[in-house]
């Protein structure tokens, strides 16, 4: 079965830090750009984070940059967005998606090929 399993969400003070991994199983992700995203009740998915397919090229949405990295590991088939300095407003479902590409987009749409099931994060004190 073809899947992506994020994981290490979590409840944490804001402040805090977060890894999330996204994994792959039954495919390779050697051949997909991957993105991160995130919804919060009541509003729309947004993009948060994306990585080209060998890794060279990152792109973030204005409200992560300078706290959360995303990079890749091939070799373990891995994703992973390290969140630093949580906030509140960071408090929302995370999903990783997977496009067959070399590059990917921070747009929620429909190129995509495989979406996780997505792992919660909540920031409170």
């Known amino acids: 079965q073809l899947q992506l399993v994020e994981s290490g969400g979590g409840l944490v003070q804001p402040g805090g830090s977060l890894r999330l991994s996204c994994a792959a199983s039954?495919?390779?992700?050697?051949?997909?750009?991957i993105g991160w995203f995130r919804q919060a009740p009541g509003k729309e998915r947004e993009g948060v984070s994306c990585?080209?397919?060998?890794?060279?090229?990152?792109n973030y949405a204005d409200s992560v940059k300078g706290r959360f990295t995303i990079s890749r590991d091939n070799a373990k088939n891995t994703v992973y967005l390290q969140m630093n300095s949580l906030k509140p407003e960071d408090t929302a479902v995370y999903y990783c998606?997977?496009?067959?590409?070399?590059?990917?987009?921070?747009?929620?749409?429909?190129?995509?090929?495989?979406w996780g099931q997505g792992t919660q994060v909540t920031v409170s004190s």
């Open positions: 039954g495919f390779t992700l050697d051949y997909y750009a």
């Open positions: 990585i080209s397919r060998r890794g060279g090229s990152t």
């Open positions: 998606a997977a496009v067959f590409s070399q590059i990917a987009t921070l747009t929620p749409g429909s190129e995509y090929d495989y």
